[in-house]
């Protein structure tokens, strides 16, 4: 095992994130922080308590899963997609380091980076609104395999993107409805039956009911449930970068 | 001695179509530096990249130290050193951090002496923390070669190493080149610059077209193939070579007072003396007479233009 080349491409990759720290941290703070003070204190006050909750502790899950997957999913896509688009590619494929160690440093980096925005998040939806964690530690599983997936996730889209046009696609037009509509500022009990349906095919409201249920035990669907479909899509995503590396697919020619 | 490297019947097609390399043979000897010569598009980065990992081959077999290059990968990669032709490196690293990363990338453990040595052979240790995008075209350069060095490689690839580079550091290059092979480093250069293999190559090889043309000691190439040119400087012009001269095919140059005469060092007879007492009773006055050896671009030239 090629340690050495794991933790060059860890360190190479959180480096990243120390030179553009307004990027990667102060923005996804102040946009939070703007959710909160919109929606929780102008909108929320005047919205009652949904499940026995108030309506700004009721989003903080979902908010945070917003942060977390648009961080994993722009870390890791950026990650790889950077020197495929400048050729430094070149080093790491020249490199005796397996496709494994390649995922663990690229992955490692964006999910590491997601869960301390992540957790920043949290702190600061905490300086709004009461918080409190039911199931620590199915928050902190919750938390994490988000994390990794959706770093594996943005991995394969940085691979996938011709351009920067595709790589932006998931974060800015796939993600946020997603969230939206999972049932990360309501309950969709509160849907009409119709929308209900349509949002079990979402798999945002997995996650971000799991999540939800770890802080308050509330959620729209079984909590096992949710974790099986993390679970399912983080084994879905391997595959695919398994395979994506074992043909070269836009890697090699 | 078994060769360093050792390619068999490598082949390569793209997924365009585009046939690159159609069965190349080709070994390497440890220590030695080898110079490819070969037109654009000749096949030269497409065999080093295969040997780096970078390109999957489509047939045959490349070992390296003994070692298959796809099912021992990392073994031949470790010893292996690429400086590619493409001027590519991060813009906003800095030259110590991306040196540093390229040996981590390697599995080795940190030597900040090692790189800073590495760094200082190069010129490059006052510009350490100067960001890569601040570079010149020539440093950069040096960063490549440097990052490649960082790692101690036993085989190093330099693809077209000078291209676009300024005499001085071109230079700098030859001796880094020098001392590298005196460290026991094998070195497989790729170029258009013919002088530079004249001048640095243990052996040369022509590729063309995909496929390896020859392989041969440079001095050895030099004289089989090359052509001589003797050039007679005659006393008074002449308006017309003299009919009984025509068998030796000579040229007249000047205002007609040199005559050119071109033969092969590798044939039994040079035609030399018959000249010389054909030129006496045809009745001319020599005043001087020179020979010239026709550089290795000529050759390259005539190989590469027969091939097609």
């Not at chain 1, 690229?106 to 600061?124: H, P």
């Amino acid at each position: 095992m090629n340690i050495e080349g794991v933790r060059a491409i860890y360190l190479f990759e959180m480096a990243r994130m120390r030179r553009t720290l307004l990027q990667s941290v102060v923005s996804p703070v102040i946009t939070t922080s703007l959710y909160f003070i919109v929606f929780g204190a102008a909108i929320g006050s005047r919205m009652q308590e949904v499940d026995g909750i108030s309506y700004g502790a009721f989003i903080a899950p979902g908010l945070i899963m917003l942060t977390l997957l648009n961080q994993c999913i722009g870390n890791g896509s950026f990650g790889i997609y950077f020197p495929k688009f400048t050729g430094t590619i070149y080093e790491i494929l020249s490199s005796p380091i397996s496709t494994a160690e390649i995922l663990i440093g690229y992955v490692g980096a964006a999910a590491t980076k997601g869960l301390i925005v992540g957790t920043i998040i949290l702190l600061t939806a905490s300086a709004f609104v009461d918080i409190s964690i039911a199931h620590p530690f199915l928050m902190a599983l919750f938390f994490v395999l988000t994390a990794v997936t959706f770093s594996l996730f943005g991995f394969m889209i940085g691979i996938w993107a011709k351009d920067f046009e595709q790589l932006n696609i998931f974060p800015m037009l796939v993600i946020p409805p997603l969230v939206f509509l999972g049932g990360s500022f309501y309950s969709i009990n509160m849907l009409p039956p119709f929308w209900q349906t349509v949002s079990h095919f979402n798999p945002v409201l997995y996650l971000v009911s799991g999540f939800r249920w770890s802080f308050y035990e509330i959620a729209d669907v079984n909590p096992a449930v949710s974790l099986a479909i993390v679970v399912g899509f983080l084994v879905a995503c391997l595959s695919v970068t398994a395979w994506i590396f074992k043909t070269g697919y836009k890697l090699k020619s | 001695m078994a060769p360093i490297v050792s390619i068999r019947n490598l082949t390569k097609r793209y997924a365009t179509g585009f046939t690159a390399l159609k069965g190349v043979d080709l070994d390497i000897e440890e220590g030695e530096i080898l110079a490819l010569l070969g037109p654009n598009g000749a096949g030269k980065t497409t065999m080093i990249s295969i040997i780096c990992g970078i390109v999957t081959p489509s047939g045959g077999t490349v070992t390296v130290a003994g070692h298959d290059i796809l099912a021992d990968y990392r073994k031949t990669r470790s010893i292996i050193g690429l400086v590619p032709q493409e001027l590519t490196l991060d813009s906003f690293e800095t030259v110590w951090s991306t040196v540093s990363f390229s040996r981590g990338l390697h599995g080795r453990k940190p030597d900040p002496a090692l790189i800073e040595r590495i760094l200082k052979d190069l010129s490059l240790y006052d510009k350490k923390d100067t960001m890569l995008r601040h570079l010149s075209g020539g440093m950069r350069r040096r960063v490549l070669i440097a990052k490649a060095l960082s790692y101690e490689p036993k085989v190093l690839f330099l693809d077209e190493p000078t291209a676009g580079v300024d005499v001085s550091l071109r230079k700098d290059m030859w001796q880094l080149v020098e001392r590298l092979r005196a460290a026991g480093v094998t070195i497989i250069l790729t170029t258009h610059y013919i002088e530079e293999a004249e001048e640095i190559a243990d052996r040369i090889g022509v590729i063309n077209g995909g496929r390896i043309l020859l392989v041969e000691d440079k001095k050895a190439l030099m004289t089989k193939l090359g052509r001589k040119q003797l050039t007679v400087e005659l006393a008074e012009p002449l308006a017309a070579i003299p009919p009984s001269l025509a068998p030796f095919g000579l040229a007249l140059a000047g205002t007609g007072e040199r005559l050119v005469y071109e033969f092969s060092t590798t044939g039994e007879r040079t035609g030399i003396s018959s000249l010389l007492s054909a030129l006496s009773q045809a009745g001319l006055r020599v005043r001087d007479v020179s020979t010239e050896q026709s550089s290795l671009e000529d050759i390259f030239v005539e190989l590469v233009g027969e091939d097609r």
